[in-house]
């Protein structure tokens, strides 16, 4: 996985944009993330079903992934089974 790559759900809707990628496997609703849609999407796993938003960067506590949701869905994100959360936005400086 390189960054730039974009990454599809199997299970939902949810289509990604990798800015930064680590060592792991990238998940969505608990199921590994493809090149290609399926032809029949999947259940999503229990647990992983928070959904996604659109133009939000998702990012793993360590600060190894980073990725942009293109396309929002109704799973979750993960590496190996590990849920993302939604990055910080960095505050502005102070305009004095």
């Known amino acids: 996985m390189k960054p730039g790559s974009k990454l599809k759900s199997q299970v939902c809707d949810t289509e990604i944009m ?6 792991g496997q990238i998940e969505c609703g608990g199921a590994a993330m493809a090149t290609d849609k399926p032809a029949a999407p999947g259940t999503p796993a229990e647990g992983f079903t928070a959904g996604t938003l659109m133009g939000k960067r998702y990012v793993d506590a360590a600060g190894a992934f980073e990725l942009l949701c293109v396309k929002p869905g109704k799973s979750s994100l993960s590496v190996d089974g590990v849920a993302l959360s939604i990055k910080d936005a960095k505050p502005l400086p102070a305009s004095d």
Request: proline fraction near 0%; hydrophobic fraction near 35%; charge should be neutral.
């Open 18 to 23: 990798v800015i930064r990628c680590g060592e």
